[in-house]
Antibody
Framework: QVQLVQSGAEVKKPGASVKLSCKTS????????VTWVRQAPGQGLEWIGW????????DYAEKLQGRVTMTTDTSTTTAFMELRSLGSDDTAIYFC???????????WGQGALVTVSS | QSALTQPASVSGSPGQSITISCTGT?????????VSWYQQHPGKAPKLLIY???KRPSGVSNRFSGSKSGNTASLTISGLQAEDEADYYC????????????FGGGTKLTVL
């Protein structure tokens, strides 16, 4: 069965970076994209970006452009997202998920809480 | 780009039908048949309910249906059940100089 298992919760200080991982299984990794979505406490879903596992192409949300980098490791079928220069408004649950060709998201990871606090 | 517009909350009684709207613009919802809907229960990851405006993934109840007219997409839930109480989000594909997904602000459904 399709699974996306994310790394654990992180606590970071303002200005630091965080790198999250997302281990996938149960499907052919390079035939789908991987997208990252975050949700601040009590707020809605915010799209961060996506990566084509097939060719490494990425698109990022304009507001995060320059601070975010998404990569994949096809040998371990794992996706990564690094977010730099963290601020308090980056505190959120970060989800990785499988992105289909119709730009819908059919399988989600369990989420990873990132807390940015001094 | 601004989030798609959804009502903050809707409510209904068991057995009734409700509709949640998702209003965008001619640059997003109005331009593509790539609107999705997600259900999220507290503390859980979202679940795909509808994709490509009106298609249901395997395993999703046929009580959930989607449609679109112009710049507004809609999710209808018929025969409301207690377990339908959750947050619902729409999303649309958008293509400008890049490709991205635009989410709605979310709608809290209360089953009375």
């Amino acid at each position: 069965q399709v699974q996306l298992v994310q790394s654990g919760a992180e606590v970071k200080k303002p200005g630091a970076s965080v790198k999250l991982s997302c281990k996938t299984s149960g499907y052919t990794f390079n035939t789908y994209g991987v997208t990252w979505v975050r949700q601040a406490p009590g707020q809605g879903l915010e799209w961060i970006g996506w990566i084509s596992v097939y060719n490494g192409k990425t698109d990022y949300a304009e507001k995060l452009q320059g601070r975010v980098t998404m990569t994949t490791d096809t040998s371990t079928t794992t996706a990564f997202m690094e977010l730099r220069s963290l601020g308090s408004d980056d505190t959120a649950i970060y989800f990785c998920a499988r992105l289909r060709s119709g730009w819908d998201i059919d399988f989600w990871g369990q989420g990873a809480l990132v807390t940015v606090s001094s | 780009q601004s989030a798609l517009t959804q009502p903050a909350s809707v409510s209904g009684s068991p057995g009734q039908s409700i509709t949640i709207s998702c209003t965008g613009t001619s640059s997003d919802v109005g331009s593509y048949k790539l609107v999705s809907w997600y259900q999220q229960h507290p503390g859980k990851a979202p679940k795909l309910l509808i994709y490509e405006v009106s298609k249901r993934p395997s395993g999703v109840s046929n009580r959930f249906s989607g449609s679109k007219s112009g710049n507004t997409a809609s999710l209808t839930i018929s025969g409301l059940q207690a377990e339908d109480e959750a947050d619902y989000y729409c999303s649309s594909y958008v293509r400008t100089t890049t490709s991205y997904v635009l989410f709605g602000g979310g709608t809290k459904l209360t089953v009375l």
